[in-house]
């Protein structure tokens, strides 16, 4: 009684513990790829990132409130400060994304924009600039809202096929 007692306490033990559970046979399904560090690295500790196109990013120190437009030269993802430069002076507060462009309001109250597949950046002092392109600075998200989606997993731009070649400068 005793043997059968401790028998099947061992046994309830062993499933609770989940090692009585088998794996599901998948045979020879492949593997979904690994996505990407570019899209999947938000940063570490005090500074988060925020991918844009390849090679461009959103550097964040402290607060998701601001950051710094930076540019990614495929180094170690997880160093900041040894995988991507500024392309611009100052902080950026609010963006609004397109496939082609980035617009952004930079801290100072003027307006910019970058064209991913030349590098450009092209400032707007006034409203009014930025709203003959048919753009609202109603419309700009603060950059917060972007990495909250980020976070969760929502990507913004799909994942590059390859690498592309880098843009002019």
């Known amino acids: 009684m005793k043997k059968t007692f401790a028998f099947t306490l061992l ?22 790829p690994a996505l990407d560090p570019f899209y999947t690295n938000t940063g570490f500790r005090d500074w988060y990132r925020f991918p844009l196109k390849y090679p461009y990013q959103v550097m964040m120190v402290d607060s998701w409130s601001h950051g710094s437009l930076e540019r990614y030269d495929g180094g170690n993802i997880e160093n900041p400060n040894a995988s991507s430069h500024s392309v611009m002076d100052g902080w950026l507060t609010h963006l609004h994304l397109h496939d082609d462009y980035a617009f952004f309001r930079n801290e ?3 307006y910019g924009s970058l064209q991913y597949s030349t590098g450009k950046i092209t400032t707007y002092s006034t409203e009014e600039e930025l709203s003959a392109i048919c753009l609202s600075p109603g419309d700009f998200k603060p950059i917060e809202y972007f990495y909250k989606r980020f976070e969760k997993g929502q990507m913004v731009y799909p994942p590059r096929k390859s690498k592309p070649e880098s843009p002019e400068q």
Do not use: F, H, P, S
């Not at 046994?11 to 979904?32: D, F, H, P, S, T």
């Open 108 to 110: 100072d109250g003027t």
């Open 11 to 32: 046994c309830l033990i062993v499933l609770l513990a989940g090692c009585g559970r088998m794996k599901k046979y998948k045979g020879n399904e492949a593997k979904k």
